[in-house]
């Protein structure tokens, strides 16, 4: 383990407790990007999760959160069948491949699906089977299950609208993909399965909430780790479907 910086308690300042200075990247120059945008790509330089992301391989910071609300309450199991909705780009589906064993490598473990669907082509994703899908079609229910070949385990969202700027709105618009997630997942799951899905709390999620109360065994909502602090997302992990 490195060592700190020799000579008493006072060192340098912007150290960190591994004797690593934590420094902050700052962009030289903002010319051609709004005040906006300067603050986003300097959060994105100088958030962990997304350095994590590069180093492990993950196609986003998302699939920490994933990951985190999994160690908590272990519905990614071998053998699981798993829907990520709105997969793009992908990050979910890798988290899942590796935990509900899609490829096989742990010979002594069941194995499991993963599917991923969206409304655009999404990259290939090694264990799982991604495909475009518009889940609020018609018959989309029945198209999942015959590429599973029978109901889900686990149904995934991490969907999100495109931001307006108005608290309100955006909030509304979450809630409304969240509630139609969740009747898919209704038709899908299999007596005793997951749904997990993003939120923005404000209000008008109690419906929702209320629902999947009387159809699951159990109703947490979680902010994990990853989740930025000064995001109002968090997500809701209903376990036990009654079918």
Known sequence: MAQGPKGGSGGAKGTSGRGQRDLKVRLRTARGRTTSQQQWLERQLNDPYVRRARTEGYRGRAAFKLIELDDRLRFLRPGVRVVDLGCAPGGWCQVAVARVNALGTQAAKPQGRVLGVDLQEVDPIPGAEVHVLDFLADGADAQVKAWLGGPADVVLSDMAAAASGQKEVDHLRIIALCE??????????????????????????AGLQAELKRRFDKVANIKPPASRA?????YVVATGFRG
């Open 180 to 205: 139609a997630a969740a009747q898919f997942a209704f038709d899908v799951l299999t007596p005793g399965g997951t749904f997990v899905a993003k939120v923005l709390a404000g209000g008008a999620e």
């Open 230 to 234: 000064d995001s109002a997302e968090k």
